[in-house]
């Protein structure tokens, strides 16, 4: 059987350098018409959706490398060039002269907010800080060493049975609450990461201080003590800032297409950024910050400075945790970014940490390295994101929690656009593998 995918010429003329309007894919001696998408940046991709109506072929395509599963407005990332843009802006022009609540706002709303709309955004966020009395018992049915992704997922969704108005799984109503739950869910996911390490400590829970900005705030309700209160260091908030700023969103992970995969069913927003928590959590996707730090301090604990690491990461026995990325295949832009904050808030406290200078070492011989090199191999923002939070004092395992925080305005408007855009559920099909139709067996024949 012949199969082969070829480009037509274009409405527009013919020409290597002129976009067709359609590709036709011969298979079995007959050929199919795909139209061609392409996006505002140029992105080509054959539009499948019919193949399987008229060919009786689908598309295979194990873990989507090759799959666009929606038209998004969002965010856009060039994995070749480095460049990921939020709504069109660089970057690299948020990280320098935005915030996260600007950022977020810009996620979530498409534009970059005035004066007046910013404040009013900052006031319903700040406002929204508390959790209801009864909402705090919930924390006490959790064993207090439950892992914080689990506590922060399981919360998520509980909070959705207290606004039941913003919770109803009817599009339309959920989404004429859209604003309320949006500045709800991305200041209630700062208190009740915070609670959770509380109660891991064994410590009351801080209420939130309607005067300090989004960082400050969180910072307080996780370190203020009855006895103390907490002194945030002006590059510690502006660090965590950058942080929370440069994992607003990235198209479509793993954990946000498992938001528009929840999404598409109708579930509300807290039902699917709960889904989105779970799915963050792995070790390859989310999970990595904390395994960064796991291996920097096994590589140290052993003494090896990081060369017989780099031999183990080769031949497969390890891998090099905050390396390699699905789309990013010459540097994370996030990265570059990240690695010179960590040198600013060491410094700012003071600190030498060993692990710096380890993932320093790792970094250098990893890019000079020909494995690491022809395959494309660089550091991701995981790679320095978890030595700032472990000086900032955020315990290990909530990481991740943390990336979830940052993460929340891209969960909420990947949410927003497929509630709002999308009509038939995510639901993709496969090709089975399993045994061919045989008949039951009686147990005793077995
Ligand atoms: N260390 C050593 N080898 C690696 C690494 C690594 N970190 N990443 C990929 N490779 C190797 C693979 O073994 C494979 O080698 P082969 O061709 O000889 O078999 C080749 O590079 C391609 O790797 P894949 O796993 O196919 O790449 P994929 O795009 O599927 O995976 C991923 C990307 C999951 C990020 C991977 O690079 C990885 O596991 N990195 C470490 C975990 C990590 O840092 N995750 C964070 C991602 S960023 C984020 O979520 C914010």
Known sequence: MSSAIKETTSAKGSGSDIDPTTASLTVGGKSHSLPVIIGTEGERALDTRKLRNESGYIAYDDGYGNTGSCLSNISYIDGEKGILRHRGYPIEQLARHSSFIEVAYLVIYGELPSAEQLAQFRERVRGNAHLHEDFRHHFQGFPPNSHPMAVLSSMMNALGCYYPNMSTNNRETDLAHFDDTTTLLLSKVRTIAAATYRMRMGRPFNYSRGSFRYVDNFLHMMFSEPYEEYEPVPEVADALDLFLLLHADHEQNCST??????????????????????????????????????????????????????????????????????????????????????????????REDPLLDIARRLEQAALADDYFIERKLYPNVDFYSGIVLKAIGIPVDMFTVMFAIGRMPGWIANWKETAETTKRIHRPRQIYTGPEKRDFVPIEKR
């Open 257 to 350: 297409s498992t938001v528009r995969m929840v999404a598409s069913g109708g579930a509300n927003l807290f039902a699917s950024v709960a889904a989105g928590v779970c799915a963050l959590w792995g070790p390859l996707h989310g999970g990595a910050n904390s395994a960064v730090i796991q291996m920097l301090e096994e590589i140290h604990a052993r003494g090896d400075d990081g060369s017989r690491f780099i031999e183990d990461a080769k031949t497969g026995k390890a891998r090099l945790m905050g390396f390699g990325h699905r789309v990013y295949k010459n540097f994370d832009p996030r990265a570059k970014i990240f690695g010179a904050a960590a040198e600013r808030v060491l410094k700012a406290l003071g």
